[in-house]
């Protein structure tokens, strides 16, 4: 089975500090996404990687970094903490796109609920 | 990516077969229906995906009408765990491009 896991459920942090929250996944798989969840948003795309120190724009990047030094490892940064990206934030993970329709078959983790007050 | 329209709510009874429709009329040629699931405060979970031919996999089976303009997630012998909101998904197969997931299907199963 793919498990991919987030270093915490629950957060909470104040405006301005600088979040880090990390995901791990022990398929090898070569793709990993962050997205944030909203109620009446759904799920939107922050960053995704497909390769060590890869990494590609989502929908929605403004006001996060990322960093992907090492195959199974993806995190997110939030340089400055802000009300606004309090949120549900999932990690996911997929296989390479050269076996077909795969893309879509991405594993998220457990999900990170962040609060900053 | 195709827009997907599914029934707020569907209830089963523990045991019984839930069947959740899907229509996506205006689905194109290469483009998969992606089913997942979200149980309450997990992350999504992923069930199964086809482009035309039914699927079968040990989580549920997924029929497709042969214009591919709806379909059907069978789960077989459903249990209070299959409870979840339940997302039909249709997109092309590409990388770097989000799951849009639209607001699925809430099943409740009871006993």
């Known amino acids: 089975d793919v498990k991919v896991t987030q270093s915490s459920r629950y957060l909470v942090k104040r405006t301005g500090e600088k979040v880090f929250l990390e995901c791990v996944q022990d398929?090898?798989?070569?793709?990993m996404f962050w997205y944030r969840q909203d109620p009446g948003l759904g799920l939107r795309l922050i960053y995704f990687?497909?390769?060590?120190?890869?990494?590609e724009k989502g929908d929605i990047p403004e006001g996060y970094s990322v960093s992907r030094e090492k195959k199974e490892r993806f995190s997110l940064i939030l340089e400055s903490a802000s009300t606004n990206q309090t949120s549900m934030y999932l990690c996911?993970?997929?296989?390479?796109?050269?076996?077909?329709?795969?893309?879509?078959?991405?594993?998220f983790g457990p999900g990170t609920r962040l609060t900053v007050t | 990516d195709a827009k997907t329209t599914q029934p707020t709510s569907m209830d089963c009874a523990e045991g019984r077969a839930a069947n959740l429709p899907c229509n996506h009329s205006?689905?194109?040629?290469?483009?998969?229906v992606y089913w997942y699931r979200q149980i309450h405060s997990q992350g999504p979970q992923y069930i199964i995906h086809?482009?035309?031919n039914n699927e079968t996999n040990e989580m549920a089976s997924l029929i497709i009408t042969e214009d591919r303009k709806s379909s059907t997630l069978i789960l077989p012998h459903a249990t209070l765990r299959d409870t979840a909101v339940y997302y039909c998904i249709v997109r092309v197969d590409q990388a770097g491009t989000a799951l849009i997931f639209g607001k699925g299907t809430t099943l409740s199963v009871s006993s």
């Open positions: 996911a993970s997929s296989v390479p796109g050269h076996r077909s329709s795969r893309y879509g078959e991405q594993y």
């Open positions: 398929m090898d798989h070569e793709n």
């Open positions: 990687s497909y390769d060590v120190k890869m990494k």
């Open positions: 086809g482009l035309k």
């Open positions: 205006t689905i194109s040629g290469n483009e998969y």
